[in-house]
Structure formats: structure tokens, C-alpha cells
């Protein structure tokens, strides 16, 4: 089999045109996995709050909850966390907000999670015979 003098280094110069685009394809998935598995984080750390929060009732109970969960979850997956807690007429919340890891430099993906529910409230009840 005769190679014609014109092809020589034709697959290096290929490689060389198309590994960048292939690098740069798998490092954009892998971040777009990161921002997603990022954002359930900071929604499952604000169900978390919001769950001590409806239950204890205290505002600071809710916001610890979900620093911890972050703390023990998502320390390295969420970036600059920022948790907020409200009780309001008898309605808990709690927003997470922070920013996703990133492969890919100079960019900066936000995340944010939020969860909201009734505070719990045990009444006794009146029984008349």
C-alpha cells in the first residue's frame, strides 16, 4: 500500500484540530452534572431548615439545620453558601443560595434552593362529655 507524499502527518494535524473540541465537550457535561447535583443540594439543605423550622418553631433552629446539612453534604459542591430562614404568620421557609463548583474557568453558576411549609402547632383539644 503506496502513501501519497501529500498525507503525511494528516492524522496529527486531525488529533490536534479535534481534541480540543472533544476535551471541551466532556468538561461541559461534567459541568453541567456539578451545577445540577449542586442545585439539588441547596434544595435538599432548605427542605432540611424548612423541616427544623416548622418543627422547633425557631428561626435560628431552621437556619442551623440547614448550614450543617451544607457542612456535611455539599461543602465542596456549593461555594459561598448564603441561608436565609423566615417564620411569618405561621408559614416557615427557608432559601439556600450559593454557587456551583466549576471545571470550566471564568465562570460562575448560581444555585438556589427554597422550601416553605406551616409551622406546626399542637392545640390541646376540649373533649365535653
Known sequence: ???RHGQRG???LEAVLVLPVLLLSIMAVVQ???FAHASRLADAAAREGT???RLSGQVASGRAQAELFLQQHGAQMVLEPVVGAR???GLASVDVSGRAVT???GLSFPVHGHSAGPVEAFT???VTP
Open 51 to 53: 423541616r427544623a423550622l
Open 1 to 3: 500500500m503506496k502513501r
Open 103 to 105: 471545571v470550566l474557568p
Open 32 to 34: 453541567v452534572v456539578l
Open 10 to 12: 494528516s492524522v496529527t
Open 87 to 89: 417564620s411569618d404568620g
Open 124 to 126: 390541646a383539644v376540649k
